[in-house]
């Protein structure tokens, strides 16, 4: 027992000691973070001049509560009156849909997590927990569900910091995420509280919205990033308890005004094409808190800001992303684990593929089918439907779904899109499950409407992490299987981790230098990275790219054309012209999320599942040059790291790629690539 004992206090000393230097590289890692965002918002903020840009903006628009809400609740998305539509709604034409929302209630399946709940995103289930309960109680009636969300209530209570202590500690995603929550609970559960329970959740959420408020308050100088998620969940959040407190503390009106001041700035900022520039796991994660704040004012106030573009035609980007099969979609940007998720492997399959169901929030097009009366947006809603996907709030469908609302079927929609501000064409033959589909990428990180902003809005600060330095890349997919493309989530973004070029063994803007990979670049220089042709006809189509200001200036890359071709019948014919100003080695890569086999002198297959893609790649020009030196690697990425410390995470194998580099030095290059798909 004195061996154990001792044992015991070693093991004890050495854990506390591994802790503390695991939380200091974190602290470290969250420090340097920090210091290039701060001087980022630096360089940013000499450009403001006078008044904060915010505060006329906090003054002109409208964040009022209506007159007939005042005093009421629950009043934020619903009244009594609205609710007692719903529960007739619940037990006829949405029965199927509502069913669907009670088979899988959180607060019923299990305890919230004990204080701090610091675990990722342990904070952002108890808040999606609470609303859940709250509404499903004040449409079943049933006490079960009310004790489960006042559990949840709780919890959220318990918790002192409201999302990480290492990160943005009471500001960030789980904060706007809780402030939701246990706001909205407290308005739909408002006369079924007691004094005392009113009291308390009142008062937690008036600290925490203080917090938020004071964090994100216009100051001298202060910058904001408009357009990502790390601003607009958080103030969602802030505006949706400002309109379930605004009569109970003298500060939620200032909380609404603000959160509707930035809001403008968001909705100027957000995709004038649909596309959404984070990538597809970030549009699942992200756009739920758009569509809240919109909801949330539009109830609260009586004004509607959705008629915007990216709303439009947000069902083009989800539809067009989705690969033929349903299970993962053509993956450009920060997306899951990239073969791993695809393989069903990896440490994010089971939150992006709950039992097999790929999440894709795909109940959010009922929302804007609803709002702007699109058949095509409700049709591709039923699409994803059809695959077996779920939803992260299942429960909203009773207030989205328009069932007088015909989908147009997903077999008559067009089969291919370009969108033009982003700069990316996708393509598939048929809507099938079989169907051969690629994706084509060459555009700036934020698309072109963010030069032209960047000048009208000096308090605007891009932070441009998640899109990938992958111009001019491409991703194919046919008979069923993923046969080339991205990576993956990366912490650290590498063009090599994407089909295009590299150049001495160096890829696009900035990377390698942390998780933004555009940081305090030109935007007007990479405003000229830009898809030059698109023609799409019977029998093939054609995409021509101009990646040639992708490439730091220092790499003398004068030009990078490409032309992608599809023949209809499974042939891909990728042309390269590249000329520099100095001899360099240029290098073409090819992704497989298995193997690459050499089935000849320069020529090579991958082989997914019994489908083959044939690889034949040639040095066209210059003559000189016969054949390429090549080499068949592991495909490392960085992984994310923890929060505040993303580009610090470990390496991780995903797949396999194959580098084609000239045999020498060149100033002017000609490059053919033959891809051909067999069984």
């Not at 918002?41 to 403001?48: D, H, L, Q, T, V």
């Not at 200032?254 to 957000?270: H, K, M, N």
């Not at 890349?473 to 008979?479: C, D, E, K, L, T």
């Not at 050499?598 to 040059?625: H, Q, Y």
Request: proline fraction near 5%; hydrophobic fraction near 35%; glycine fraction near 8%.
């Amino acid at each position: 027992m004195l061996i154990d004992s001792r044992f015991s206090r070693l093991f004890c000393q050495i854990l506390a000691l591994g802790l503390c230097f695991a939380a200091s590289v974190s602290h470290t890692s969250s420090l340097a973070q920090d210091s290039r965002e701060l001087q980022t918002e630096r360089a940013a903020s000499n450009k403001i001049k006078g008044a904060h840009p915010l505060l006329e903006l906090m003054r002109t628009r409208k964040s009022t509560l209506r007159p007939e809400l005042r005093g009421v609740h629950p009043r934020v998305y619903v009244t009594d009156k609205e609710l007692a539509v719903l529960r007739v709604r619940a037990h006829t034409t949405h029965r199927e849909l509502w069913q669907q929302a009670l088979s899988h209630v959180r607060a019923l399946n299990g305890d919230p997590p004990p204080p701090p709940a610091e675990a990722r995103r342990q904070q952002n289930e108890v808040a999606i927990a609470i609303a859940e309960a709250a509404f499903i109680y004040k449409i079943e009636g049933d006490k079960k569900y009310l004790d489960a969300a006042r559990k949840y209530m709780d919890a959220a209570v318990s918790y002192d910091i409201w999302g990480y202590a290492s990160n943005k500690p009471n500001v960030d995603l789980a904060a706007g995420h809780l402030l939701y929550g246990l706001g909205w609970g407290y308005d739909l559960l408002y006369h079924d509280l007691t004094d005392q329970e009113r009291t308390r959740y009142r008062q937690k959420l008036i600290k925490q919205a203080r917090l938020m408020a004071d964090y994100f308050k216009p100051k001298s100088g202060k910058t904001y990033s408009y357009s990502q998620n790390h601003t607009f969940i958080p103030i969602a959040g802030l505006g949706i308890a400002a309109y379930a407190l605004y009569d109970e503390t003298p500060e939620a009106p200032g909380w609404a005004a603000l959160s509707r001041a930035i809001y403008d700035r968001v909705l100027a900022t957000y995709s004038q094409d649909g596309y959404y520039y984070e990538g597809f796991e970030y549009w699942i994660f992200s756009t739920p808190w758009l569509v809240h704040y919109l909801d949330a004012h539009a109830h609260a106030t009586g004004e509607d800001l959705y008629d915007r573009p990216g709303f439009r035609l947000m069902h083009e980007y989800v539809a067009h992303s989705m690969l033929p099969n349903g299970d993962y979609v053509f993956d450009f940007g920060d997306i899951f684990e990239g073969p791993l998720t695809r393989a069903h492997k990896g440490d994010e399959y089971p939150r992006t593929h709950p039992q097999g169901h790929f999440n894709t929030n795909y109940n959010l097009l009922y929302r804007v089918a609803q709002r702007f009366q699109n058949g095509e947006a409700q049709g591709v809603a039923e699409w994803l439907k059809s695959f077996g996907q779920v939803n992260a709030e299942d429960f909203w469908s009773l207030i989205w779904y328009d069932a007088k609302l015909k989908p147009a079927p997903i077999a008559k929609q067009e089969r291919w899109h370009y969108f033009p501000d982003h700069e990316v064409v996708y393509w598939r033959s048929d809507w099938s499950k079989n169907a051969t589909a690629f994706a084509f990428k060459c555009g700036p990180p934020e698309g072109h409407h963010t030069e032209p902003l960047l000048k009208q809005f000096p308090d605007w600060r891009l932070s441009s992490g998640h899109a990938h330095p992958d111009a001019n890349s491409f991703i194919i997919f046919a008979r069923g299987k993923y046969l080339t493309g991205d990576s993956g989530y990366a912490g650290v973004p590498m063009t090599e981790q994407h089909n295009t070029l590299l150049i001495n063994g160096k890829g696009q803007g900035k990377e390698g230098e942390g998780h933004d990979a555009f940081a305090d670049l030109s935007y007007e220089l990479l405003n000229r990275i830009r898809i030059s042709e698109v023609k799409a006809e019977k029998d093939r189509v054609i995409v021509r790219g101009d990646a040639s200001a992708a490439y730091s200036p220092d790499l003398g890359l004068k030009k990078f054309e490409r032309e992608f071709a599809y023949t209809l019948g499974g042939d891909f014919t990728i042309t390269d012209e590249v000329e520099t100003s100095k001899p360099v080695t240029l290098t073409l890569l090819l992704h497989a999320d298995d193997r690459i086999q050499r089935v000849g002198d320069n020529r090579f297959s991958i082989n997914i599942g019994g489908v083959k893609l044939l690889i034949d790649p040639t040095i066209d020009e210059p003559k000189e040059l016969k054949d390429f030196q090549t080499a068949i690697e592991t495909n490392t990425v960085t992984a994310p790291g923890p929060p505040g410390a993303v580009d610090k995470g470990e390496r991780q194998a995903r797949g396999q790629k194959l580098s084609l580099s000239t045999p020498e030095p060149v100033t002017k290059a000609r490059f053919i690539q033959r891809l051909r798909i067999e069984e």
